[in-house]
């Protein structure tokens, strides 16, 4: 049966006040544009957002927080957005910083259906607080909880009608991670083709993790910072 979508306000209608949101995106690459565009219209309040990063004040998870939409985020680095560093020190935003593959293992093992497993990643730092130790073989390990989301929200640039999914690249980021963990994932792609169309060893992520598809246009693939040589 096809996915496929042509709006998404239909594959978003149940999201509601207070859901988390696991995206996919790594800085600005591969990153669900038309979704975001469509939850601030939809203007919904205190999510809870679980990505790599928070985008940059005027693109990506940045037009969501300069909404006021995010009241809770789990992120490795949130280092190039001006409104999210204003929100954090007025105390209007709570931030969980996580090691970078400690997160991603997270998402995978949400996707898994394992609840919780031990890393040596945070051992002696404030990452530790609050969390059980154990060891094993001489060494020490923090017990990490898996994540899953309400929904899962994700770019690829290809699609079946099925939902086979391909990544551009370095867009393989963290979107199949979020694509596994999340309850409903919205895949945006930039083409979709018929079933039998991709050959199965193209295809990165499969359709039985992906509820819905959408095809977006005029994608502006922003850079976050230009580097060009000098003459």
Do not use: W
């Not at 669900?32 to 601030?40: A, L, R, V």
């Not at 391909?166 to 963290?174: C, E, L, S, V």
């Not at 919205?186 to 991709?198: D, H, N, S």
């Not at 050959?199 to 994608?219: A, F, M, R, S, T």
């Amino acid at each position: 049966m096809s996915k496929v979508v042509h709006s998404l306000t239909d594959a978003l209608q149940t999201l509601k006040d207070g859901d988390t949101l696991l995206v996919g995106g790594f800085g600005l690459c591969g990153i669900p544009e038309k979704c975001i565009e469509e939850i601030k219209r939809k203007n919904v309040k205190n999510l809870t957002i679980v990505s790599n990063n928070c985008g940059i004040d005027d693109c990506g998870l940045g037009i969501l927080l300069a909404n006021r939409q995010i009241k809770k985020i789990v992120a490795s680095y949130v280092g190039e957005n001006k409104t999210f560093e204003q929100q954090f020190l007025n105390g209007e935003i709570e931030v969980i910083l996580t090691p970078q593959g400690t997160l991603a293992e997270q998402l995978r093992a949400g996707g898994a259906g394992i609840p919780a497993f031990y890393t040596p990643a945070g051992v002696g730092t404030l990452v530790a607080q609050g969390k059980e130790t154990r060891e094993f073989n001489g060494k020490k390990y923090l017990l990490e909880h898996a994540i899953t989301g309400d929904f899962g929200i994700i770019k690829a640039q290809k699609a079946d009608t099925y939902g086979n999914l391909i990544f551009n690249k370095t867009a393989r980021n963290f979107n199949p991670l979020c694509a596994a963990a999340g309850k409903i994932t919205i895949a945006e792609v930039e083409e979709i083709v018929e079933v039998g169309e991709l050959q199965p060893d193209e295809i990165h992520l499969p359709g039985i993790y992906v509820q819905y598809i959408y095809q977006g246009k005029n994608y502006e693939k922003r850079i976050e910072k230009i580097t060009t040589r000098e003459s």
